[in-house]
């Protein structure tokens, strides 16, 4: 079985998407599982978050333009079994040039086959724009499957109705049949609040195989971590959230039959 690939997106920023992206690759790495996280938002949050410093021309820019492969931009990182393939800002210019090119849906899918194939990996993880925009439907073109972060208010049921269309029409239109939504992470669950328990209720009963059992909470510990370039485990390993990322990572394991080195 080569690597199963993970996109996390949603069209909504601030949902605990990269949040997500970053302590679950790490939690993945942590059970020996190894582990790519492809950092493909200009903004390069995962990659300062998991401790690695930015630099030109070491994202996935290139490849797809077709200079360079994905391969030569792996770099590893302070955890054992966790890669990364950064981020820089170049990677904006790509929303716009990729929209110009032949099959420009499929430009990420090609560039990550030889990852693929090359079996170093059993996981792939990536962590896309807040927008549905070029970089996000090309990741999602290039997907087994979808993990959708989902904050836990009011707004995020008609967000998860879009983004559900958008897997629909990608799979009708023949771009990637194969597609499946792999789970719904609910985020930043507030315990104080009748609101984020009715959400969770809601997406339940909508989707009860999709949703997973474990619940992010929300706490300043999470959104902290990444401007120490720590994740959760290292900068606050006892707090709820590390607890949260660990189970969640569990399931993942659980539901995809990941198997560790």
Same mark, same amino acid.
């Given at each position: 079985m080569?690597?199963i &690939?993970?996109?996390?997106?949603? +069209?909504?920023?601030?949902?605990? =998407?990269?949040t997500?992206?970053?302590?679950l690759s *790490?939690?993945?790495?942590?059970? =020996?599982?190894?582990?790519?996280?492809?950092?493909?938002?200009?903004?390069?949050?995962?990659?300062?978050?998991?401790?690695?410093e930015?630099q030109?021309?070491?994202?996935?820019?290139?490849?797809?333009?077709? $200079?360079?492969t994905?391969?030569e931009?792996?770099?590893?990182?302070?955890?054992?079994?966790?890669?990364? %393939?950064?981020?820089?800002?170049?990677?904006?210019?790509a $929303?716009? @040039?990729?929209?110009?090119?032949?099959?420009?849906?499929?430009?990420l899918?090609?560039?990550?086959?030889?990852?693929r194939?090359?079996?170093?990996?059993?996981? %792939? %993880? %990536?962590?896309? #724009? #807040?927008?549905l925009?070029?970089?996000?439907?090309?990741?999602?073109a290039?997907?087994d499957?979808?993990?959708?972060?989902?904050?836990?208010?009011y707004? *995020?049921?008609?967000?998860?109705?879009?983004?559900?269309?958008?897997?629909?029409?990608?799979?009708t239109a023949?771009?990637? *049949?194969?597609?499946?939504?792999?789970?719904?992470?609910?985020?930043m669950?507030?315990?104080?609040?009748?609101?984020?328990?009715?959400?969770?209720? @809601? &997406?339940?009963?909508?989707?009860? @195989?999709?949703?997973?059992?474990? &619940?992010?909470?929300?706490t300043?510990?999470?959104? $902290?971590?990444?401007?120490?370039? +720590?994740?959760?485990?290292?900068y606050?390993?006892?707090? #709820?959230?590390?607890?949260?990322?660990?189970?969640l *990572?569990?399931?993942?394991i $659980?539901?995809?039959?990941?198997?560790? @080195?």
């Amino acid at each position: 079985m080569g690597s199963i &690939v993970f996109t996390i997106a949603n +069209q909504k920023g601030g949902v605990g =998407k990269t949040t997500t992206a970053v302590n679950l690759s *790490a939690a993945l790495a942590e059970k =020996k599982i190894p582990t790519l996280l492809v950092d493909l938002d200009p903004q390069a949050n995962a990659t300062s978050a998991i401790g690695v410093e930015k630099q030109d021309g070491k994202s996935l820019y290139g490849p797809l333009h077709g $200079e360079g492969t994905a391969l030569e931009m792996i770099t590893p990182t302070q955890y054992a079994h966790l890669s990364l %393939i950064p981020s820089e800002v170049d990677l904006a210019a790509a $929303e716009m @040039e990729l929209a110009q090119t032949e099959n420009y849906l499929m430009k990420l899918r090609t560039c990550l086959q030889p990852v693929r194939d090359s079996g170093r990996f059993k996981a %792939i %993880i %990536i962590d896309c #724009p #807040p927008a549905l925009g070029m970089l996000s439907m090309n990741s999602l073109a290039a997907a087994d499957f979808l993990l959708i972060a989902l904050q836990c208010e009011y707004m *995020a049921l008609e967000g998860l109705g879009q983004i559900l269309k958008v897997v629909e029409r990608l799979k009708t239109a023949n771009v990637n *049949a194969a597609l499946e939504v792999g789970g719904i992470v609910m985020t930043m669950f507030d315990v104080r609040t009748k609101l984020s328990r009715q959400v969770v209720d @809601e &997406v339940k009963l909508h989707l009860p @195989e999709k949703i997973f059992d474990t &619940v992010i909470p929300r706490t300043v510990r999470l959104s $902290e971590a990444p401007s120490f370039g +720590q994740t959760i485990f290292q900068y606050d390993p006892l707090s #709820p959230g590390s607890t949260a990322y660990k189970k969640l *990572a569990k399931e993942i394991i $659980e539901r995809f039959k990941l198997k560790s @080195e």
